[in-house]
C-alpha cells in the first residue's frame, strides 16, 4: 500500500470524525434552541409532581434556561435553584459552548480536507459521508450496549469525564434540577441527538451519491 494511498485514506476517515462533530453540535443546538424538548420533558415525565410547581411556573423556568445557554450572563439567574446548582449550570453551559466551537472549528477542518480529498485524490464527496455512517454505527452499536447494560453506569462516567468537580451529584429529593430534568430525560435526548445526527449523515451520503449519477 503506498503512502499516497493510506494518506487518502487518513484524511477520509478525518473528514468523516469532523463531520460527525457537525452534525453533533448542530443537532444540540437546534434541541436546545427550541422548546420541543422541554414539553417533550412535561409530557412524558411527571415534572409538575415531582416539583410541586405549577406547569406555567415550571415553563417559564425552562425559557429561562433555554435562554441562559445563548446569552452572555455567567450564572443562571432561577431563584429555585440553589447554589450548588446553579454552579453546576455553569459547567454546562460552558461544556456546552465548547462542543459548539468545536462544532464551528470542524466546519472549517471539514471543509479544508473534503476539498483536498476531492481535488488531489478525486474522492467522490459520498465516500466520506459513507465512512460517517460507518462510524456513527460504531459509536451507536457501543451506546446501545452500553444502554442496555446499565444508562446510570454510562451517565455517571459522562459526568466523571466531563466534569472536574462533583457539583454533578445533585440529590433527587431535595435539588429542583434533577427532579426537573430526570435521568431518563439526558438518555432521551441522547438517543435523539444521535438519532437526527445520523438521520442527516445517512440523507447527505444518498444525496450526493444520486447526484454522482
Excluded at 415553563?59 to 439567574?77: A, G, M, P, T, V
Excluded at 459552548?97 to 470542524?106: A, D, E, I, R, T
Excluded at 459521508?129 to 457501543?142: E, N, Q
Aim: proline share 1%; with cysteine; charged share 20%.
Amino acid at each position: 500500500m503506498s503512502l499516497s494511498f493510506s494518506f487518502k485514506y487518513i484524511l477520509i476517515i478525518l473528514a468523516s470524525i469532523f463531520f460527525i462533530l457537525i452534525a453533533i453540535s448542530g443537532v444540540l443546538f437546534f434541541i436546545l434552541k427550541h422548546d420541543y424538548i422541554y414539553e417533550y420533558n412535561l409530557s412524558f415525565y411527571p415534572i409538575t409532581e415531582r416539583t410541586s410547581l405549577e406547569i406555567e411556573e415550571i415553563r417559564e423556568i425552562n425559557s429561562q434556561i433555554k435562554n441562559y445557554f445563548f446569552d452572555e450572563s455567567e450564572f443562571l439567574e432561577v431563584s429555585i435553584f440553589n447554589e450548588k446548582e446553579i454552579y453546576h449550570m455553569k459547567d454546562v453551559k460552558d461544556i456546552i459552548n465548547s462542543l459548539f466551537l468545536y462544532g464551528k472549528l470542524s466546519s472549517v477542518a471539514f471543509v479544508i480536507i473534503t476539498l483536498i480529498c476531492v481535488k488531489r485524490y478525486k474522492v467522490k464527496i459520498y465516500s466520506v459521508f459513507k465512512t460517517s455512517s460507518i462510524v456513527y454505527s460504531s459509536i451507536l452499536a457501543l451506546l446501545a450496549v452500553g444502554f442496555l447494560v446499565s444508562f446510570n453506569k454510562v451517565f455517571i462516567i459522562f459526568h466523571e469525564i466531563a466534569f472536574s468537580n462533583d457539583l454533578w451529584k445533585l440529590n433527587i429529593n431535595e435539588d429542583y434540577l434533577l427532579m426537573m430534568y430526570p435521568e431518563n430525560f439526558f438518555r432521551d435526548i441522547a438517543v435523539l441527538i444521535l438519532i437526527f445526527s445520523i438521520t442527516i449523515n445517512l440523507s447527505l451520503f444518498f444525496i450526493f451519491k444520486s447526484l454522482k449519477k
